[in-house]
């Protein structure tokens, strides 16, 4: 049978489509965007036919009718990362959540740790060979689909057709739906001048030829911001965004000067406008892979001078990064932030930086803190960090004494709070 025939035989409405899945079955579901709403809102619709389904996914952008608590004996959330959508039900205990790294989660999913029964995926529509491309989220998307029983593509033609190791052919796919509307485009944060001065901190530390993973955030995209005068800079990122795409606009991101993938953007997952997405389409410097690709620290970290930006939101006297919940209440996830670390550690030349504001709520509570808030998921390590920068300056911490990081780190916090920290410093006999 020829692949259009295929197709034509496993195209069916979204109603239908999710009725191959099984009561117990996991679902899993890719990052952000890549997710595919008109079945992911069927299955919301009919979920009380079903039992003991769950969703595993990372970052969920929209909030599916299936996001509530009296149902979730018929289909439940489980988070790899939480967002908007999922935080609500996990700080109220009834969205379970797997602690793992991003680069990890296909390798959970290869040995059976993670269940992956089923998946539901966005989709470009197919070409002439039969290969649809799942370039909004490779990720652990394509280790579930060597797994699953099943798997049910939304396919849409404002899903790029890119390149790299995110391709699936009609002969992996069990059923499919169509569907036309919009990719939902997520805008750029907000940028204000805290954000701005610790990206111009950062900005400085990074030399033309330099290869960059940046994370999402209003402190990563001031960076961006502020890298308009550098030269053939390369990609290898976790995340592709409006602001990457900018700097290539702007002839800054060339990739020439990457010796691994040179001339190649890698990138497993899109986040950002119509504009980036239609960039991606079959763009030849542009390449999706899957996670354990791009994240992994011992490959990300054969590019040279990989230069790493992350956001944090507590970090303590030794360096250790809460950059993933309050306290003990969940409010993200581990994602890629360890994973790029390290890479950045290994990388010859690299840099790895983790950048937060000196303080919260209105200047009322410092970040730096002498110990984490009792319960703080530590997302970094004190023998990973780095360069820790607010915008007070630069802390360089790796290869410090105890004593000289906590030196360091109080050097960089807010004025109004350094003399508190001292004084808890030299209770911890750190000064």
Same mark, same amino acid.
């Given at each position: 049978m020829n692949v259009q025939a295929q197709y034509q035989q496993k195209r069916m409405s979204a109603n239908d489509a999710i009725r191959v899945v099984k009561n117990g079955d996991t679902i899993v579901v890719p990052t952000a965007v890549g997710e595919p709403p008109t079945l992911l809102t069927a299955l919301s619709e009919a979920r009380r036919d079903f039992r003991d389904v769950q969703i595993s996914q990372i970052l969920p952008v929209r909030k599916y009718a299936y996001f509530d608590q009296e149902t979730q004996a018929n289909v439940r959330h489980t988070a790899y990362f939480f967002s908007g959508a999922s935080r609500p039900g996990g700080l109220e205990g009834w969205i379970d959540y797997i602690p793992a790294y991003f680069s990890e989660l296909p390798i959970l999913i290869n040995r059976n740790l993670i269940p992956a029964d089923v998946v539901f995926s966005m989709a470009s529509p197919m070409d002439e060979h039969g290969f649809f491309s799942l370039a909004l989220a490779a990720d652990y998307t394509m280790a579930a689909i060597a797994k699953a029983r099943v798997v049910v593509l939304e396919v849409n033609p404002n899903v790029p057709f890119a390149n790299g190791d995110c391709h699936i052919h009609i002969s992996q796919v069990t059923a499919l739906t169509e569907s036309d509307d919009p990719i939902l485009e997520v805008g750029l944060p907000k940028i204000g001048? !805290?954000?701005?001065? +610790?990206?111009?901190? !950062?900005?400085? @530390?990074?030399? %033309?030829?330099? &290869?960059?993973?940046?994370?999402?955030?209003?402190?990563?995209?001031?960076?961006?911001?502020?890298?308009?005068?550098?030269? %053939?800079?390369?990609?290898?990122?976790?995340? !592709?965004?409006?602001?990457?795409?900018?700097?290539?606009?702007?002839? !800054?991101? &060339?990739?020439?000067?990457?010796?691994?993938?040179?001339?190649?953007?890698?990138?497993?997952?899109?986040?950002?406008?119509?504009?980036?997405?239609?960039?991606?389409?079959?763009?030849?410097?542009?390449? @999706?892979?899957?996670?354990?690709? $791009?994240?992994?620290?011992?490959?990300?970290?054969?590019? %040279?001078?990989?230069?790493? +930006?992350?956001? &944090? @939101? =507590?970090?303590?006297?030794?360096?250790?990064?809460?950059?993933?919940?309050?306290?003990? #209440?969940?409010?993200?996830?581990?994602?890629? =932030?360890?994973?790029?670390?390290? #890479?950045?550690?290994?990388?010859?030349?690299?840099?790895?930086?983790?950048?937060?504001?000196? $303080?919260?709520?209105?200047?009322?509570?410092?970040?730096?803190?002498?110990?984490?808030?009792?319960? $703080?998921?530590?997302?970094?390590?004190?023998?990973?960090?780095?360069?820790?920068?607010?915008?007070?300056?630069?802390?360089?911490?790796?290869?410090? $004494?105890? =004593?000289?990081?906590? #030196?360091?780190?109080?050097?960089?916090?807010h004025p109004d709070f350094r003399g508190e920290l001292r004084e808890a410093a030299k209770k911890m006999k750190l000064l």
């Open positions: 001048p !805290v954000q701005e001065m +610790i990206g111009k901190y !950062v900005a400085e @530390m990074i030399p %033309d030829g330099a &290869t960059l993973q940046i994370g999402y955030g209003g402190i990563p995209d001031a960076v961006v911001m502020q890298l308009t005068d550098k030269h %053939d800079l390369g990609i290898h990122t976790e995340m !592709v965004g409006d602001g990457i795409m900018t700097l290539v606009e702007a002839g !800054v991101v &060339t990739n020439r000067k990457k010796n691994y993938h040179p001339g190649k953007m890698l990138a497993t997952f899109a986040l950002g406008s119509k504009k980036l997405y239609q960039f991606m389409h079959r763009n030849p410097a542009i390449e @999706m892979h899957a996670v354990d690709f $791009t994240n992994d620290p011992y490959l990300a970290g054969k590019n %040279d001078n990989l230069h790493a +930006i992350n956001a &944090t @939101m =507590q970090i303590d006297f030794m360096g250790q990064c809460g950059s993933e919940s309050l306290g003990f #209440a969940p409010y993200s996830g581990t994602g890629g =932030q360890a994973d790029f670390v390290r #890479a950045a550690n290994r990388s010859n030349g690299g840099k790895a930086f983790i950048v937060l504001p000196s $303080t919260a709520k209105n200047d009322t509570i410092s970040r730096i803190v002498p110990t984490l808030s009792a319960g $703080t998921h530590v997302s970094t390590s004190k023998n990973d960090i780095n360069y820790v920068v607010t915008e007070f300056g630069v802390a360089q911490l790796r290869g410090k $004494t105890a =004593q000289q990081r906590c #030196a360091e780190l109080i050097g960089i916090a």
